[in-house]
């Protein structure tokens, strides 16, 4: 089916907006299809107002707006086509008027491809265009990838898996606004450069898992040869790279029948561990340093708060411990056979351990019980044997955990922390309290701490709830402050009153970052049968 909503607003201080909007989806004789898309056009008067230090921003243009389009079709024999058109007016028009996609949708590209699976293999034909000229990108004129994934050698002795490529690729560094009050400088992202040319790489790897006992052992070897017509100095560069080491996995489990507890709400207990195992070592015959980044580490979005961060945060530019490239390198984030960033590897060595564990218990009728978990954590931490090369001197890093305890059914106790050991280290953590009664709403408290050493220390103190107060009214609220700085950064309250055939949604918020104050009230149509399952998006349930 399809859905075409025309859109239209009036915004006192900006100015007039039209446009209209498509969702279908379906099958035809080929196979099946889908796509959405948006043209909107905005007459814009006034400033952007995107938070502190960009509070009075003027638009390049009073004509504003965006035409986004995406689509693909399957086709017989698992392949399909693909194609994206995407265009915004200037590079702060979709922050300003649409923050959460801004924030958390894919990026906004021109793409036109098509993509054949035949067994263990993968082959796509693909091209990119950027249409904008604000953001920093790589168009691919055009790009072609061939993969395989574990394919059987020798009945099963062996298993290979390959990534080739090959394109003409136009990279282009971050460019500056035209506005000079919106702060920006090149130094966030180092290791961006304007180059183009031919990009090809071929990476293998040949993996001989089996069994010693308990533990699944998977000794592998990975070789790639890799060429960039254009590096940092505009020279060719040829990079021929090793890796090659173990991994290893060990499952248990013990049950324990007789543990019981109506505190602790215990009916039995089973333990379920995982023990995850990897060393790695890396040689290349060419630096990291001397690569360009030819296949983007982040979102536009996450680029621009790079290009302000040398300045806002950091002393003029950011310190190597919060380099982009080096976090990602100390991670193995370009070591897989089918990382779409193959440019982040060098000499390298790490060992990886993680565990993760699962406390499961019975709850429910003696006749009927079901089993839940009680208990979740999911912890580990890297050992590098050249630290001073690998990990700014330390022995240990990249030290995590990931823990929930659900205390019943509707509560649980959530802890999440990312921690490094050496001077100018990031340290992230939080705890929080969540609870839920069914389809009634939600509450949630927490605690969030992001730390870079010496340079940033934010301590969030974060409050939310929804609820269903009757069957006519729901009400949600949200709250942050900052214990560091003392102050709020945030606050919200909607109250909804629920009709059968449409909501009615009255609300005010403070967005201190912004130095805005809004009131608002909004009608929303309501389809389908009635349901309180309908109105899960309200009460925040999970």
Do not use: C
Not at 151 to 176: E, M, R, V
Not at 311 to 331: C, D, W
Not at 410 to 427: I, M, P, V, Y
């Amino acid at each position: 089916g399809m859905e075409w909503d025309l859109l239209a607003n009036y915004m006192s201080k900006r100015g007039v907006g039209v446009g209209n909007s498509v969702d279908y989806s379906g099958t035809n004789d080929l196979g099946s299809y889908q796509g959405k898309g948006t043209i909107y056009y905005q007459h814009d008067s006034g400033r952007d107002n995107l938070g502190l230090g960009r509070r009075s921003l003027t638009p390049d243009s009073s004509n504003r707006g965006e035409v986004i389009f995406r689509a693909r079709q399957n086709l017989p024999g698992d392949a399909l086509v693909f194609g994206e058109i995407g265009y915004l007016s200037d590079r702060n028009y979709l922050e300003q008027y649409h923050e959460l996609q801004f924030d958390t949708d894919k990026d906004v590209e021109t793409v036109l491809g098509a993509r054949q699976d035949l067994g263990a293999y993968s082959g796509m034909l693909w091209g990119r265009a950027d249409l904008n000229g604000f953001e920093a990108t790589t168009d691919w004129l055009p790009r072609a990838d061939l993969y395989s994934f574990s394919k059987p050698l020798f009945n099963g002795l062996l298993y290979w898996s390959s990534h080739s490529s090959a394109g003409y690729a136009d990279t282009q560094q971050l460019p500056a606004p035209n506005n000079p009050n919106d702060p920006y400088t090149p130094l966030g992202m180092t290791y961006n450069a304007n180059a183009s040319g031919v990009v090809a790489m071929s990476r293998h790897e040949v993996a001989a898992p089996f069994m010693m006992g308990p533990i699944n052992l998977e000794p592998f070897v990975m070789g790639e040869a890799a060429y960039w017509q254009q590096g940092f100095t505009s020279d060719s560069i040829d990079r021929y790279l090793l890796n090659t080491g173990v991994r290893a996995r060990m499952t248990a489990t013990k049950v324990f029948p007789f543990v019981r507890s109506d505190i602790l709400n215990l009916n039995g207990l089973a333990h379920k561990h995982d023990t995850f195992l990897e060393y790695a070592f890396t040689q290349s015959s060419r630096g990291l340093n001397e690569i360009a980044q030819y296949n983007e580490i982040d979102d536009n979005s996450q680029e621009r708060f790079r290009a302000r961060y040398a300045t806002q945060v950091f002393p003029g530019v950011i310190p190597a411990e919060f380099n982009a490239r080096n976090y990602a390198l100390r991670n193995g984030a370009g070591l897989w056979t089918s990382a779409p960033y193959h440019e982040i590897a060098d000499n390298f060595q790490a060992l990886r351990i993680g565990f993760r564990d699962r406390l499961q218990t019975k709850v429910g009728p003696a006749d009927a019980p079901r089993i839940r978990d009680w208990m979740t954590w999911e912890y580990g931490a890297s050992f590098f044997p050249k630290s001073e090369r690998d990990n700014f001197g330390q022995d240990f890093g990249l030290l995590y955990n990931h823990s929930r305890w659900n205390i019943s059914d509707r509560t649980s106790l959530l802890a999440d922390t990312n921690w490094d050991l050496f001077d100018n280290a990031q340290n992230l953590w939080s705890v929080g309290v969540l609870s839920q009664r069914s389809l009634r709403g939600s509450v949630y408290v927490g605690f969030r701490q992001v730390k870079a050493t010496n340079y940033f220390d934010s301590q969030t103190l974060i409050g939310s709830y929804s609820y269903q107060m009757s069957p006519k009214w729901i009400s949600t609220a949200s709250y942050a402050y900052d214990v560091a700085a003392s102050e709020s950064r945030g606050s919200s309250l909607t109250v909804s009153r629920v009709g059968l055939d449409w909501i009615l949604h009255f609300g005010v918020g403070f967005d201190f970052s912004k130095d805005n104050v809004g009131l608002g009230v909004s009608l929303e149509p309501r389809f389908g049968p009635p349901s309180p399952t309908n109105l899960s998006y309200l009460l925040g349930i999970q």
